[in-house]
C-alpha cells in the first residue's frame, strides 16, 4: 500500500532536514508532502533542495499561515489525487518520533481505520513535557471522551495514520475546527460513520528547536467545539446511538 506523510511546517528550518531524513529511513517506499506556509525563514526552500537529495519529497506551497487544520486537509487532497493509500500526519519539530511510523502505518495497513500515536496507553508517554502542558493535554483529552463518549484515550494526538477509504468517508470540506479540535474532530467523526480506531503507544517529546505552535486561542476553540457537539449529540440521540454501535 502506497503511503503518503503529510508534514505542515511554518518557520522549521532548524528541523526540517532531520525530519525529512528520518521519515525516509523509516519508511523507504514513502513519499513526504511538505505544507509550507510560506515560511519566512525558507523552509520551503530547504524541504525542496533535501527532496532533489533523497528523493520521493514534494513541496506544497500555500500564500501564508492559514493554521494547522486546512494544512492537513490540503496535504490529504494531495495524497488522494495522487492515489495514495495510506495518509500519515505529523508534525515537523521532531516532537513525532518518525521511529513510530512503521507501527503506524502497519496498523492502518491490517485494518484501522485510524491509527492514532498515543500518549495515554501502556508504553506511551510525554518524557521531557513540563506538569502543565502535561495536565492540560490530559485534561483535553478526559473531557472530550466524556463529553462525546469516545473510546480513544489520546483524541488530540497529532501523530495520525488513515486509510484513504476512512477519509474519503469523512466530509473533509466540512471539517471546521484547527489545532487541538481537528484532531478532535477527524476522530469524532470518523467514529460516528462506525470507522476503526487503534492507539499506538508512542513517546511524544519537546520540540528542540523554534517555537510551539499551541496558542490559548486554540484550546478555547477545541473547548467550544467539543461543549458545542457533545451537547447536540445528547439533544439528537447520536451520543446513545453511538454507544449502542460500540457494544454490539
Known amino acids: 500500500m502506497r503511503s503518503l506523510v503529510v508534514l505542515p511546517t511554518y518557520n ?7 525530519v525529512i531524513r528520518r521519515i525516509r529511513k ?22 525542496d533542495a533535501i527532496g532533489n537529495e533523497v528523493g520521493q519529497v514534494s513541496v506544497l506551497r500555500r500564500p501564508g499561515k492559514a493554521g494547522l487544520g486546512t494544512a492537513y486537509l490540503d496535504g490529504f487532497r494531495v495524497g488522494r489525487s495522487r492515489g495514495f ?10 516532537s513525532h518520533d518518525p521511529a513510530a511510523l512503521p507501527a503506524l502505518v502497519s ?10 500515536g498515543s500518549r495515554y496507553v501502556a ?6 513535557w513540563s506538569w502543565r502542558r502535561a495536565f492540560l493535554s490530559r485534561w483535553s483529552n478526559r473531557y472530550a471522551a466524556l463529553v462525546l463518549g469516545l473510546a480513544v484515550n489520546d483524541s488530540t494526538s497529532g501523530y495520525r ?8 468517508a469523512i466530509d473533509l470540506d466540512h471539517v471546521r475546527a484547527d489545532g487541538y479540535g481537528f484532531q478532535i474532530e477527524m476522530a469524532y467523526r470518523l467514529i460516528n460513520l462506525g470507522g476503526r480506531v487503534v492507539e499506538i503507544p508512542v513517546a511524544f517529546l519537546d520540540r528542540r528547536e523554534g517555537q510551539s ?17 457533545g451537547i447536540r449529540d445528547v439533544l ?13
Not at 493509500?85 to 521532531?94: F, G, H, K, P, Q
Request: hydrophobic residues 40%; charged residues 30%.
Open 107 to 116: 496498523a492502518a495497513t491490517h485494518g484501522a481505520d485510524l491509527a492514532v
Open 26 to 47: 523509516e519508511l523507504p517506499e514513502a513519499e513526504v508532502l511538505v505544507v509550507d506556509d510560506n515560511s519566512p525563514d525558507g523552509t520551503g526552500d530547504l524541504a
Open 12 to 18: 522549521e528550518a532548524a528541523n526540517i532536514d532531520e
Open 213 to 229: 505552535k499551541l496558542s490559548f486561542p486554540i484550546v478555547v476553540e477545541a473547548f467550544v467545539l467539543v461543549t458545542g457537539w
Open 85 to 94: 493509500d495510506i495518509l500519515v500526519e505529523m508534525d515537523a519539530d521532531l
Open 123 to 128: 508504553g506511551g508517554s510525554m518524557p521531557d
Open 236 to 248: 439528537t440521540g447520536r451520543r446513545h446511538q453511538r454507544s449502542r454501535r460500540s457494544t454490539h
Open 161 to 168: 495514520a488513515y486509510r484513504a477509504e476512512a477519509l474519503d
